[in-house]
């Protein structure tokens, strides 16, 4: 009775030793592959906005994970990311700002009522 192989099992080859996958594809191989498809990924997510990814896609170019190393265009990514976040966190300052500004205006609104009816 032959068992089926698990999906995520491994395989030595017999004449080269390497580890192969399921697929017959050598480890190795497979997992850059996976790191090219990562890489572009993150450059896909950064530009659809995310700056988490692009400062990703930015360290992966550095590092050349996944990618050919290309330290100039990392640099303007991670400069493009770091602007983002620093825009995101403005905005998100400017709301708290409002909100507080909102509730402080309710809370002398109701005072004020107070007093004329008292």
């Known amino acids: 009775v032959v068992k089926p192989v698990p999906q995520n ?9 390497e580890r192969k996958g399921r697929a017959g594809v050598p480890l190795r191989d497979a997992v850059a592959e996976c ?4 890489f572009k990924d993150a450059v896909e997510e950064g ?3 995310d700056p ?5 896609a930015a ?10 190393p290309d330290p100039e265009r990392a640099s303007q990514l991670m400069q493009a990311a770091s602007a983002q976040l620093k825009e995101q966190e403005q905005q ?4 708290k ?10 809370r002398e609104q109701a005072q004020g009522e107070g007093v004329q009816q008292g």
Not at 92 to 95: G, H, L, N, T
Request: hydrophobic share 45%; proline share 0%.
């Open 59 to 68: 360290q992966m170019l550095m590092s050349g994970y996944g990618c050919d």
């Open 92 to 95: 998100e300052a400017a709301k």
């Open 97 to 106: 700002v409002a909100i507080a500004a909102h509730h402080q205006a309710k």
């Open 52 to 56: 988490g990814m692009k400062m990703l």
């Open 9 to 17: 099992a491994s395989m030595l080859d017999a004449q080269s030793g």
């Open 35 to 38: 790191t090219v498809r990562w």
């Open 47 to 49: 530009e659809a906005g």
